[in-house]
């Protein structure tokens, strides 16, 4: 992935229950069927096992921000997190045993500060 791998924070990383994953998500019409198995963070290979959210949504055709505290992401792992100078794998996968019938839309991944220090 690049120079984009290397976005997130050390501290987030560290310190989990400080930050949130955020993403932007527009549904044109409700998706209600699959899974979206989401890894961000991770320093060494895929993790199918990942933090794991589930529909339904449905944000009307509107973008709609999501907020998922990071340590949920990171509880969901089966390895603990560890600090990658080289970057972290991220993705998303669509998952389960229903015919993925879609029409959503992802935008701005990113895991932030839950407050911002000042």
Known sequence: MGTIS?????????KP???NLKFEVNTV???????IKINAGL?????????????????KG?????????EEVAASYKTALTLSPAGY???ILFHGGGDLDADIAFDNFRIVPKTIKK
């Not at 019409?29 to 899974?35: G, L």
């Not at 509107?62 to 990071?70: A, H, L």
């Open 43 to 59: 320093a060494k290979d895929f993790n199918n096992d990942a933090y794991i959210w589930q529909p339904p949504i449905d944000t």
């Open 89 to 91: 794998y991220a993705r």
């Open 62 to 70: 509107e973008w709609q921000t999501i907020v998922i505290p990071f």
């Open 29 to 35: 019409k409700p998706y209600s069927s699959n899974a």
């Open 17 to 19: 229950r400080d930050f």
């Open 6 to 14: 290397k976005n997130i924070p050390d501290e987030a990383i560290l």
